[in-house]
């Protein structure tokens, strides 16, 4: 049976999240306290043997993250059996990161063991400061290590990553729990961006929540026929909070460093893209839709039914959106395999601009 292609908006989320200590003065003060540098301990010495003073001299980034008041840090990660990776080393000389990586990697496999306890931690070592305006070796005894805030859903499938767990776990929460009435009420069909703060404070109680919402474009029967991207919600902005306060039972332990429990904040934006809610009747006339008229004129059923369907939502779906000058930008689609993902986007480009009659103007 050939495969009927239809071009759909969905209701998912993607986001960008991460939890972090509240300012950087507080997140120094603790590292010291905690790291307790000094030219004289085990790895400092090390480090002497290594690197060598004109290597020293080539050090010159003291403020790409994880570097912070004078001082070279390294970031790194630990998995489930122990072996460090995911390092971010900055210098300021790509050679010299790449050195001090390798080094890192032998001298924490050797001389640490219990590395396995640093699972699910950003882990952080001190190997360089600046003196009097000489960089020198000044490693830090003790490793500084922040563990995210613990969620039940998180712990109780035995996540394999902390952030990243976060992150799904809400953005699901938030899907199960939004009252679809709301979206239906306010008209919303398309894209709606939600950019959600809020606080942990150190008895993992959230605070300080804040969220704002801007309507979608809105999309009918293949043409948008108003396009917001500055307008604001109210009702949708009290759903999504009414949503995310639920979401704090899910809580389990607040931000640590090095067992301390610790005030955080979290910053996404969320996307939600909508579909209309097509009936039998409206499924019936998308023979009649541009779109469909379109790709079915430019399109073979043989690439057609080269696709590779999800068997729970076999629908092929197609994502774009317009900048704040009415343009088109950002195209992309859940199709596979990559040849006919790159057909259905050039179709799109070439032959869908007048089809949706999009003016420059952006809508108040």
Not at 15 to 43: D, G, M, V
Not at 47 to 62: A, C, H, N, R
Not at 205 to 221: A, C, E, G, W
Not at 254 to 279: C, H, M, V, W
Request: with cysteine; proline share 4%.
């Amino acid at each position: 049976m050939n495969k009927i292609l239809y071009i759909l908006l969905f209701f998912s989320i993607h986001s960008y999240s991460q939890f972090a200590l509240l300012n950087t003065a507080q997140e120094h003060r603790t590292f010291i306290h905690l790291n307790k540098p000094s030219a004289k301990n085990e790895l400092s010495l090390s480090l002497e043997k290594y690197i060598t003073p004109q290597e020293l001299t080539l050090i010159s980034d003291y403020t790409t993250p994880p570097n912070l008041h004078n001082s070279i840090r390294a970031q790194f990660e630990v998995t489930k059996d122990g072996r460090p990776w995911n390092f971010r080393i900055y210098t300021g000389n790509q050679d010299l990161n790449k050195k001090i990586e390798v080094f890192l990697k032998s001298f924490l496999i050797k001389k640490i063991p219990n590395l396995k306890d640093l699972y699910q931690a950003r882990n952080y070592i001190q190997l360089f400061s600046k003196e009097e305006g000489k960089t020198i070796i000044n490693a830090s005894t003790s490793i500084v290590s922040d563990y995210p805030p613990m969620f039940k859903n998180c712990v109780e499938n035995e996540f394999s990553d902390a952030y990243g767990c976060f992150k799904k776990d809400l953005e699901k929460f938030i899907i199960n729990s939004i009252n679809p009435d709301v979206l239906t009420q306010e008209q919303i069909i398309g894209e709606l961006r939600a950019p959600i703060s809020f606080k942990i404070d150190k008895k993992g109680k959230m605070i300080d929540l804040k969220v704002h919402s801007y309507l979608p474009n809105t999309i009918r029967q293949g043409k948008i026929i108003d396009l917001k991207t500055v307008s604001y919600s109210k009702k949708v902005e009290y759903e999504i909070t009414r949503v995310v306060k639920l979401y704090e039972s899910q809580i389990i332990k607040p931000d640590r460093r090095n067992g301390i429990p610790f005030k955080s904040q979290a910053g996404k934006t969320i996307q939600l893209f909508i579909n209309e809610n097509l009936t039998e009747e409206k499924i019936s006339k998308l023979k009649e839709n541009p779109f469909t008229k379109i790709f079915d004129k430019e399109l073979r059923f043989k690439e057609i039914n080269t696709s590779k369907f999800n068997s729970a939502i076999p629908i092929t779906k197609l994502f774009f959106n317009y900048n704040l000058k009415g343009e088109l930008h950002n195209i992309w689609t859940n199709t596979y395999p990559k040849k006919l993902n790159n057909r259905i986007i050039s179709i799109f480009k070439k032959k869908f601009i007048d089809t949706l009659n999009i003016t420059n103007t952006i809508c108040d």
